[in-house]
T-cell receptor
């Protein structure tokens, strides 16, 4: 029940295209769903996050879509750029707990071709 | 405002040795978490420290231990190193009351031979 399943494992998108990464979770107690971006040799950096009281959140070219009944959420990157090439991780957590423990997906390696 | 800094950036140890990794929190952050990221995997939660005490632990054996100091900096200690301990070790800090918004350092790449 603690797993977060992420797909696809890797993704190749042309410059200007839309990148879509999907995640699914089982624990209904999760109430915080962030996406992290990680470049080689760096730690993960928070990209965007959503809580289950909304179905969509948009920040610039990045959008999270959240489906509470299906226990799924996805990251959409519009107008993908070569600089977006990185590994993306979804994660989930119970924000009300004493521990800031994030459960991460296995990651998606995105390559945006020029 | 400085970010989360970790040292060293790279480390090579042999099986059975002990290692200490260090982390300086982002300014004003009083909660520190440590994560292990194996090659090609997502980070896995090791433990969290708040007010110099461990207040949460993942599925890691007792040979993984830590400390948090009054200035909120932290150490991760691993005893009796095993080959499978080879990974990127990430430190993350967070603001009081921010829930789970974590700010990660660049990590320490540990290789156990």
């Amino acid at each position: 029940q603690q797993q977060v399943k992420q797909s696809p494992q890797s993704l190749i998108v042309q410059k200007g295209g839309i990148s879509i990464i999907n995640c699914a979770y089982e624990n209904t107690a999760f109430d915080y769903f962030p996406w992290y971006q990680q470049f080689p040799g760096k730690g993960p950096a928070l990209l965007i996050a959503i809580r289950p009281d909304v179905s969509e959140k948009k920040e610039g070219r990045f959008t999270i879509s959240f489906n509470k009944s299906a226990k799924q959420f996805s990251l959409h990157i519009m107008d993908s750029q070569p600089g977006d090439s990185a590994t993306y991780f979804c994660a989930a957590s119970k924000s009300s707990g004493a521990t800031n423990k994030l459960i991460f997906g296995t990651g998606t390696l995105l390559a945006v071709q020029p | 405002e400085t970010g989360v800094t970790q040292s060293p950036t790279h480390l090579i140890k042999t099986r059975g040795q002990q290692v200490t990794l260090r982390c300086s929190s982002q300014s004003g952050h009083n909660t520190v978490s440590w994560y292990q990221q194996a090659l090609g995997q997502g980070p896995q939660f090791i433990f969290q420290y708040y007010r110099e005490e461990e207040n949460g632990r993942g599925n890691f054996p007792p040979r993984f231990s830590g400390l948090q100091f009054p200035n909120y900096s932290s150490e991760l200690n691993v005893n009796a190193l095993e080959l499978d301990d080879s990974a990127l070790y990430l430190c993350a800090s967070s603001l009081p009351g921010s829930g789970v918004e974590l700010f990660f350092g660049s990590g320490t790449q540990l290789s156990v031979l």
